[in-house]
């Protein structure tokens, strides 16, 4: 093979290009060693072995585990690789340019059903009420969430809180998302001194309706029944959940 060697700078009349190397004669330029590049180099479609991809890299062997591409930084160090058996190492997180994009896990083609397309973290306000009368003072504290997909895990510790004036159903309110389909029942909750608990109740469970969370309890050959307060200084309620939503 012939050795093409430039050791100046060769404008291409017409064009922006510092250097112009026309393939037309022979279709291809090889390059058997490393090509360096200082500054920017532009590849069209017309010149790469397949018309249609402006760039097309052929590894060494197959399944060898071999790099066939591998992007630097400045200090050269390695922040994004291509292996040839297809394994792809990035050095940071990988940010979409558009919202409500994600990965389709399990899946080869863009199946809606395989799409993960939201991932997230935070904390919400969640607020003690009652379902006939509020506390006189808002009783209020932070709980978290984490979002992964559809579905959503929330937490709240309502502790050593003054619920006096409430009265009716126990209510917490300000549920990060809201609930698709409506009325789920889930999670699990202690409670210490806030609600008044029917003696034939076996067990009670959050249960989640739009933005707000209720607690019934289940009682034996019996319909279910609300949770209701006891009023007062002192109280204490914990709960989780982990439901649907839109």
């Known amino acids: 093979m012939s050795t093409l060697n430039v050791s100046t700078i060769i404008p291409d009349a017409g064009t922006n290009t510092d250097l112009s190397l026309d393939g037309k004669n022979s279709g291809k330029v090889k390059v058997e060693d490393a090509l360096g590049v200082e500054g920017h180099a532009a590849v069209g479609n017309s010149g790469t072995v397949d018309a249609t991809r402006a760039l097309t890299v052929v590894g060494a062997s197959d399944g060898s585990g071999s790099s066939i ?8 160090a390695s922040k994004f690789s291509v292996r040839d058996d297809g394994l792809t190492t990035i050095g940071d997180s990988l940010v979409f340019s558009t919202a409500s994009k994600g990965v389709y896990l399990g899946s080869t083609s863009a199946t809606a059903a395989n799409l993960l397309d939201d991932y997230e973290e935070g904390t919400w306000t969640a607020a003690l009420v009652g379902t006939t009368t509020n506390p006189s003072s808002a009783v209020t504290v932070t709980g978290d969430y984490t979002k992964i997909g559809n579905m959503c895990y929330v937490t709240a510790a309502f502790a050593n809180v003054d619920t006096t004036g ?30 008044t608990v029917g003696s034939s109740v076996s067990n009670i469970s959050p249960f989640y309706q739009g933005s707000v969370c209720d607690f019934y309890g289940t009682q034996s050959n019996a319909g279910w029944t609300a949770v209701t307060h006891n009023a007062g200084s002192g109280r204490y309620l914990y709960f989780t959940g982990f439901f649907k939503c839109a």
Do not use: E, I, K
């Open 166 to 195: 409430a009265s009716g159903g126990v209510r917490v309110t300000g549920m990060p998302f809201t609930q698709s389909p409506a009325n789920q029942m889930t999670g699990n909750c202690t409670l210490h001194t806030v609600a």
């Open 69 to 76: 591409f591998v992007g630097y930084n400045s200090s050269l």
